[in-house]
């Protein structure tokens, strides 16, 4: 290997690197504009600028449709229901194991996960190194075992880079750790916009706007509040309304779930999503209302628990 | 006829940046690009620096050599490229990048793909961000482990535990692209 790396120049020069070749035309100009300092070039290319206008509007859409959705059900938010006693006995075995707690059931759901848990300046601050470890720990185990079954080999290799990427977060110095990161978040972020093409997409990545809810307690009353709402606008049957309840908290269950640290809520959460599930699938009007009445029972418990647990 | 002391006055600010663009920028272009991997970003790179050399260097005081200040301000400014909100929320990175390249390949150029220098150099822009540096700066740019200690504030240990874990990675993946041919 060294004696392949002795020549790299040359090797650098001849492929990658050979654009980097300047002319005398192109070195007058770059003196020209440094004197006047005044750039030569675009600094905003025009892909990121669209990505922005993209994500602006649909911001702006998402919360013209959330604000039209709540509001008008204040009186019921501090409302308690009923214990469910299905929830109640899941309630009791809620300590899970580190574990199962890593288990992702898909390749899409593993990287938005990663990608929240690289983001989650939170957990970074307060745990630092730990956190560095748990994460870099779930990356490997998880990226071991996607590779193992996906066929495509840009993805298969892709996640052997996040796998290699993942040890060096577990074994990084205090001073290491956010230059370990960064390079763990560039090759996710990379492995997410590949597997999109072979149309591996998480669902939540089309209903989540990180600026919709602060937390994750005004989601919950948010979602209280379309439970009880008595409108249905804009959907054009109350069906429909309330498959998208179903759609929604799931997609909403799930993402707090991977945010969360505290194992008891985060079975909650889980078990949240699977009830809004139900609601999602199921046709039968009568049964659909068991469900969304089952779910407004479990988001009174999570809430309460919450507020306990803060105490 | 005077045959008196003829005196050189030192050249000017302008006529200094001139010089260090002739002898350097294409090497800043090209050091650039291994770290943000997009050459339109590099080329402003480029510029950036040498509107911070021309700013900065009636105060350069000759510490170090004015290659080694300019790759220092290089460094600087690629590390605030890549941890910029910018880049990392919306720049489509390397993935675009290596599509677009891709696409930009002539016949000639992919001929060339196939060989091992492209291979190699592929993978070493490949590496993780501190251990591609170290390489760089060590078998690139052929800087000593002094010069890359003052360019990079790292101590030479750190550096020679970066360069050999990167030739370590580097093997691997030259093993491993082997095994799939």
Redesign the interface.
């Known amino acids: 290997m060294s004696d392949e790396l002795k020549s790299l120049r040359e090797s650098m020069n001849r492929t990658v690197l050979k654009h980097g070749k300047m002319s005398v035309s192109d070195k007058e100009k770059l003196y020209t504009a440094v004197i006047q300092d005044k750039k030569v070039k675009n600094r905003f290319p025009l892909v990121p600028v669209l990505s922005f206008v993209a994500v602006a509007c649909f911001i702006v859409f998402l919360g013209g449709y959330v604000f039209k959705q709540s509001g008008n059900f204040d009186n019921q938010r501090n409302q308690i229901a009923q214990d469910n006693d299905k929830v109640q006995e899941k309630d009791e075995t809620t300590s899970i194991s580190k574990q199962e707690n890593q288990q992702v059931p898909n390749l899409a759901s593993f990287l938005y996960e990663l990608n929240l848990k690289l983001r989650n300046p939170d957990m970074w601050y307060q745990n630092g190194k730990e956190y560095a470890q748990e994460v870099g720990e779930y990356a490997e185990s998880n990226s071991k075992q996607f590779a193992a079954i996906q066929k495509e080999k840009t993805i298969v290799d892709k996640l052997e880079e996040i796998g290699e990427l993942s040890k060096n977060l577990q074994q990084a110095a205090q001073n290491e750790i956010e230059e370990d990161t960064l390079n763990l978040e560039q090759a996710v972020n990379q492995l997410i916009m590949i597997a999109e093409d072979y149309g591996i997409v998480d669902e939540r990545n089309d209903i989540i706007e990180k600026l919709e809810y602060s937390d994750m307690k005004s989601w919950l009353v948010s979602t209280k509040d379309s439970i009880h709402a008595e409108t249905y606008e804009p959907y054009s049957d109350r069906g429909e309304y309330e498959k998208h309840i179903g759609y929604a908290t799931k997609a909403y269950a799930k993402h707090y779930a991977a945010l969360e640290g505290e194992s008891a809520i985060k079975e909650q959460l889980k078990e949240i999503a699977e009830v809004a599930e139900q609601i999602e699938n199921e046709k039968e009007k009568e049964k659909r209302i068991e469900w969304l009445n089952q779910l407004d029972g479990m988001v009174d418990i999570l809430l309460r628990d919450k507020k306990n647990g803060k105490e | 006829m005077s045959l008196g002391k003829v005196e050189v006055s030192p050249p000017s600010k ?1 006529e200094l ?2 010089e260090l ?2 002898l350097y ?2 090497s800043i ?2 050091l650039a ?2 770290y943000v991997k997009n ?2 970003a ?3 790179i ?2 950036e620096v ?2 911070k ?2 700013e900065k260097i009636e105060g350069f005081r000759g510490d170090s050599s004015y290659k080694t200040w300019l790759y220092k301000i290089t460094r600087n400014k690629c590390k605030d490229y ?2 910029s909100k ?1 880049y ?1 929320s ?7 990048q290596e599509r677009i390249g891709n696409n930009e390949l002539s016949t000639e150029d992919q001929v ?1 793909n196939k ?4 291979e ?3 993978k ?3 590496l ?3 251990y591609r540096e170290i ?1 760089i700066l060590f ?4 800087l000593k482990m002094k010069e890359i200690e003052a360019l990079t504030h790292l101590n030479v240990d750190t550096i020679k535990t970066r360069l050999r874990r990167g ?1 370590k ?3 691997k993946k ?1 093993e ?1 692209s082997e095994g ?1 041919e």
Not at chain 2, 139 to 142: F, G, R, T
């Open positions: 302008e940046l001139k663009i002739e920028a294409e272009k090209r690009y291994t050459w339109s590099a080329e402003d480029t510029q040498f509107i050399c021309y890549l941890k910018w990392r919306f720049f489509p990175t390397d993935f675009m060339i060989l091992e220098d492209m190699l150099s592929q070493v822009l490949a993780p961000t501190k390489i078998y690139y740019e052929q030739k990675m580097l093997q030259m491993r799939n």
